[in-house]
């Protein structure tokens, strides 16, 4: 697919990756625009079921990023997250999605270049993985925002 | 509590394969302590029993819900909406609650989305250990509450087999020898004197051993005028 631009979505704790998110803008730094930030209080907020509910809806890819290890305003909400991001990385693999779609990673609020360092490294990934084969056609990035309806 | 642990994800396909509309039931009790069939882990297998079912381009309905108890006949009434509009159960609950539930909706079939393990307790956070065989008559009290049936690897009530060394079980370095627990146990609280006197001939009638068990209480069944 050559038009293909993948949908990442970056679920960023408010201590670090998204302060690093804005100093990024701050720098004038360039990333790829395929990034959605959404930011969390802490990555210890992360429940499992937003990232498989993310991919259900066709994200192509997941950055989840906290604090250092040791550094979550929290004491520990950054290792909860990396234990949820492992269980759902086994459950994606068991399922037959590609677990590579997820990562978390770790950096500090000073870190603007690393956080656009992460969204290249991401979407280049997410990118040669090709689209979500979850993605439907009816179901873009911009429309899956509004509420899900459930029968 | 029951200790049960989810089946793989494409096991459970193949098996829910031929029905289209599936329910998974997640149970309050034991298994959402144990963290395998919970609400959390109705949400998680159900999405990841979609996505597996749409990378297949088959089209699969999957439907989530949780109650109380799947053990109880009270807390089963409330889901015949759900289990009517379904056309397979996934029941993450022990045996007992899947069997409940099939009991209670015969026309539908029900599958067990939980592999049960064992009567145990959370060691530690992330590790469950078994505690308990359900023997049928408990024998804690002769042995310093250090279970003989579970925690001996033969099950042995009259003293410890050849085989442990330095404490640990022959069956595995990584297991404690029961009988080493029970002596220092009994030892530390100056009962090794229990230990003298020969355990009768076990009743293993009163376990499984025994055909499927029912206990029946008299004070408790609602009598009718």
Redesign the interface.
């Given at each position: 697919m050559t038009d293909y631009e993948p949908r990442i979505l970056a679920l960023c704790c408010h201590y670090c990756a998204y302060t690093a998110a804005d100093l990024a803008g701050s720098m004038r730094l360039q990333y790829p625009p395929n990034v959605r930030v959404l930011r969390l209080p802490c990555t210890g907020k992360l429940d499992a079921a937003y990232l498989m509910r993310a991919f259900e809806r066709g994200v192509d890819g997941i950055i989840v990023a906290g604090c250092l290890e040791g550094g979550c305003h929290f004491q520990e909400g950054n290792l909860r997250a990396k234990n949820r991001t492992a269980l759902v990385r086994q459950v994606l693999a068991e399922a037959g999605l590609e677990p590579e779609r997820l990562e978390m990673f770790n950096l500090s609020s000073a870190e603007g270049q690393t956080f656009a360092n992460i969204v290249r490294t991401m979407t280049e990934r997410v990118k040669a993985l090709g689209p979500n084969p979850l993605r439907l056609s009816t179901c873009n990035f911009e429309l899956s925002t509004e509420p899900e309806v459930r029968s | 509590m029951i200790v049960a642990h989810r089946k793989?994800?494409?096991d459970l396909k193949s098996i829910l394969a031929a029905h289209k509309r599936i329910l998974v039931l997640g149970c309050g009790g034991c298994v959402t302590v144990c963290l395998a069939g919970g609400e959390?882990e109705v949400?998680?297998l159900s999405?990841?029993?979609?996505?597996?079912f749409?990378?297949d381009a088959s089209e699969h309905?999957v439907l989530e819900a949780t109650i109380e108890r799947q053990c109880e006949n009270q807390f089963i009434e409330d889901i015949l909406d759900q289990v009517q509009q379904a056309d397979a159960v996934l029941s993450l609950a022990c045996g007992a609650g899947v069997q409940s539930i099939a009991e209670r909706y015969p026309e539908v079939p029900v599958y067990p989305g939980l592999d049960t393990k064992f009567i145990g307790i959370l060691q530690e956070q992330g590790v469950w250990a078994e505690k308990c065989a359900t023997c049928g008559k408990c024998v804690l009290g002769t042995y310093g509450a250090v279970c003989p049936v579970t925690r001996c690897s033969k099950s042995l009530l009259s003293g410890p087999c050849g085989g442990a060394r330095d404490g640990k079980c022959e069956v595995s370095p990584e297991l404690d020898c029961g009988w080493q627990l029970i002596y220092d146990r009994l030892k530390a609280l100056g009962q090794l004197d229990r230990l003298l006197d020969p355990s009768p001939l076990t009743d293993w009638s009163l376990s499984h051993e025994g055909g499927c068990r029912k206990l029946v209480r008299e004070d408790q069944k609602i009598k009718s005028l």
């Open positions: - | 793989n994800i494409q959390r949400g998680m999405s990841a029993l979609r996505i597996a749409r990378l309905e």
